[in-house]
């Protein structure tokens, strides 16, 4: 059993930065890679980002390259998202995710370990 907690999400303006930390406990971090999805209302839970658990891989959707940096810090067993460049379409729900599988994937389905979420939002 992995459990995973977010936090650092907040109310920022457009063009501002945010970073979320998400904290693991439980079995082996370095067991797992680790994605973060979002979920706006009204939308389905979309993906953001990964990071396998060497650090060495990393994945990210389209909208988000160049401007979010995944990293992970395994002796403190946590991941972060840096959010640079926020635009008001970046706010929702965020969640980190933990896989046990080899590779990086952006179906939710891969993911057996769920964090409870993180609320960013985004005003213009």
């Known amino acids: 059993q992995v459990h995973l907690v977010e936090s650092g999400g907040g109310l920022v303006q457009a063009g501002g930065s945010l970073r979320l930390s998400c904290a693991a406990s439980?079995?082996?971090?370095?067991?797992?890679?680790v994605g973060w999805f979002r979920q706006a209302p009204g939308k389905e839970r979309e993906f953001v980002a990964a990071?396998?658990?060497?650090?060495?891989?990393?994945y990210y959707v389209d909208s988000v390259k160049g401007r979010f940096t995944i990293s992970r810090d395994n002796n403190q067993n946590t991941v972060y998202l840096q959010m640079n460049s926020l635009k008001p379409e970046d706010t929702a729900v965020y969640y980190c995710?933990?896989?046990?599988?080899?590779?990086?994937?952006?179906?939710?389905?891969?993911?057996?370990?769920w964090g409870q979420g993180t609320q960013v939002t985004v005003s213009s």
């Open positions: 995710a933990a896989s046990g599988l080899t590779g990086l994937y952006s179906d939710s389905q891969h993911y057996d370990y």
């Open positions: 439980g079995r082996t971090f370095t067991d797992y890679s």
């Open positions: 990071i396998s658990w060497n650090v060495e891989t990393t």
